[in-house]
């Protein structure tokens, strides 16, 4: 159970929210709402204790599971297997385990039977721990999200992000936490373990609060619906699912508006026949009561919300270039022993749209890197056509320099622009005054979408090279990138399991990974995309 009184948050001076006080017992199952930038990641950094709030307290009971928008792993040699297992202290035993059986094959006997007595001690241990149904289970759940034993048998680091974010995910609902804080659990996940998550965190019986811009994961999980209003600071909570949420929510913009209506006529009525009556000496005092009343009536009814700002996106006008700006030969790329893909060939034309698909871990992500010029491939190469000039949109923000301001991210990506012309720009994507001189580090996941996005708008760019950039966007801000998309000239390689981006982009053809096949696109590949 978490339970929070008085909680403010802070971004600088300005208040994300103020004077929350909140419970989250178990069986609640609570969708945490709000536009980006609202505060909802560093709520949930906070409730995890992992950020300290600007006034009030956290309390918590039992263990609690956090997962981060981009988490981050310390060792990345450990393999993913026992990364999960770390989540009820089973890594180091297995360890422990493994050194005993390299030490049981010694020639010295006196080792020999030493390692032995060793071994069986631990194994011992590791019964006594649930430690082989814990494998068992740990498989299971990472199964179910996109992980085989062929994965959980390498190092973290031969890893893409989208399978890192899972093994994290398949860590944390593992870990027996009484309490789950998610943050956008669905980024990476193909349609399949999508449906399967929505259904195991329906019936988890501990706390949850989910953050998710999945509409079918709201409303098949919450049962309580917290919005954090970024206009007003405040913390609104419904004790409802999510549909009821919905129809709440419209019924008292409804009953906001109808007030409101009728204390303004009511107001108007009154402050007339005030001025009528000032006219006359011997009824002023009753003008200047009547007047009083209207400020009454106006000041006892709640406003109509604020509609949440958006950022206003238009992807830059591309500089010209020559017919096929890029162009890769004879790609390949391997971890090890572990083959990614090989004998790539792709040339991108000017003005072209080109989807990259493949399932989870055939090197879509590290097909970008290497193009973007971030990687260099095993073999083959990668050449620039007259004119190039590239917009790369990293799935994991690899493209912004964390140790950075905002606005000195901005003005490195952008030096011919003078700062009035880069504060504008960033204004239209919602970053004012103190907001430009937070640490790139510090923002959320949708803040960071929305800088590396600014930073693309500043470019000038005729390729643009896009890693899921519909990730971390609440519906209002995606629909902006989709009207991009539509309108944008120059040329694009998108990497999505978004079908909204995908149709927004009418691209012309595929490739698929890990085989490099190139195809026309075609309705048959739209089935594809969110499997992929």
């Known amino acids: 159970m978490i339970t929070a009184t008085g909680i403010e948050l802070r971004a600088g001076s300005r208040i994300l929210l103020d004077d929350a006080t909140f419970r989250v017992a178990a069986g609640d199952r609570v969708g945490l709402v709000g536009r980006n930038g609202a505060g909802k990641t560093t709520l949930t950094k906070v409730l995890a204790g992992e950020g300290v709030p600007a006034a009030g307290q956290v309390t918590s009971s039992g263990d609690v599971g956090y997962l981060p928008q981009d988490p981050r792993t310390g060792d990345l040699e450990v393999l993913a297997r026992d990364r999960i297992l770390s989540a009820r202290g089973l890594d180091t035993i297995i360890r422990d385990l493994r050194a005993a059986e390299q030490a049981m094959a010694e020639e010295d006997e006196e080792r020999r039977e030493r390692a032995m007595r060793r071994y069986s001690r631990l194994d011992a241990e590791f019964s006594a721990q649930g430690g082989y149904a814990a494998e068992s289970e740990a498989a299971s759940i990472a199964s179910s999200l996109g992980l085989d034993d062929r994965i959980l048998g390498q190092p973290l680091r031969t890893l893409s992000g989208g399978q890192r974010r899972r093994v994290e995910l398949t860590r944390i609902l593992f870990s027996g936490a009484e309490t789950l804080l998610l943050d956008e659990p669905t980024n990476h996940l193909d349609a399949d373990s999508i449906v399967w998550l929505r259904d195991y965190l329906k019936a988890y019986r501990g706390g949850l609060i989910i953050i998710s811009h999945d509409v079918e994961m709201l409303d098949t999980v919450v049962t309580r619906v917290f919005h954090l209003d970024a206009n007003r600071a405040e913390l609104d909570q419904y004790n409802v699912g999510w549909k009821t949420y919905l129809q709440q929510r419209e019924t ?10 009728n204390a303004e006529k009511k107001a108007s009525t009154l402050l007339a026949q005030a001025d009528k ?3 006359k000496a011997t009824k002023a005092t009753a003008a200047q009561n009547m007047a009083k009343r209207a400020e009454r009536l106006l000041a006892g009814i709640e406003g109509e919300r604020v509609q949440d700002k958006v950022a206003k996106l238009r992807f830059p006008k591309p500089a010209a270039c020559g017919r096929t700006p890029l162009t890769a030969e004879g790609l390949s790329r391997s971890y090890g022993s572990l083959e990614i893909f090989t004998d790539v060939d792709l040339a991108i034309d000017r003005g072209s749209r080109v989807v990259i698909l493949g399932l989870n871990g055939a090197g879509k992500t590290t097909l970008l890197r290497i193009l973007s010029g971030v990687d260099r491939p095993d073999t083959g190469e990668v050449k620039p056509g007259h004119g190039l000039k590239l917009g790369y949109y990293a799935q994991e923000h690899e493209n912004l320099d964390t140790a950075r ?12 622009l003078g700062e009035t012309e880069v504060r504008k720009v960033l204004g239209s994507f919602l970053f004012s005054g103190d907001d430009v001189d937070k640490p790139a580090g510090v923002l959320s996941g949708g803040e960071k979408t929305r800088l590396s996005l600014a930073l693309l708008v500043v470019s000038s760019a005729n390729v643009l090279l896009l890693d899921e950039p519909t990730n971390n966007l609440d519906p209002a801000s995606r629909e902006e990138i989709l009207g991009a998309l539509r309108t944008y000239e120059g040329a694009v390689v998108l990497v999505t399991h978004d079908e909204g981006a995908v149709e927004a982009l ?8 890990p085989d490099g096949v190139e195809d026309l696109w075609g309705p048959d590949y739209a089935d594809l995309v969110t499997l992929a």
């Not at 606005?407 to 011919?416: G, H, I, R, T, V």
Request: aromatic share 0%.
């Open 252 to 261: 008292d913009e409804r009953r906001r508006r109808r007030e409101r209506l």
């Open 277 to 279: 009556m000032r006219a």
């Open 405 to 416: 301001t905002v606005l000195e991210n901005m003005k490195s990506a952008a030096p011919d």
């Open 506 to 513: 009418q691209p012309e053809r595929i490739l698929l990974l």
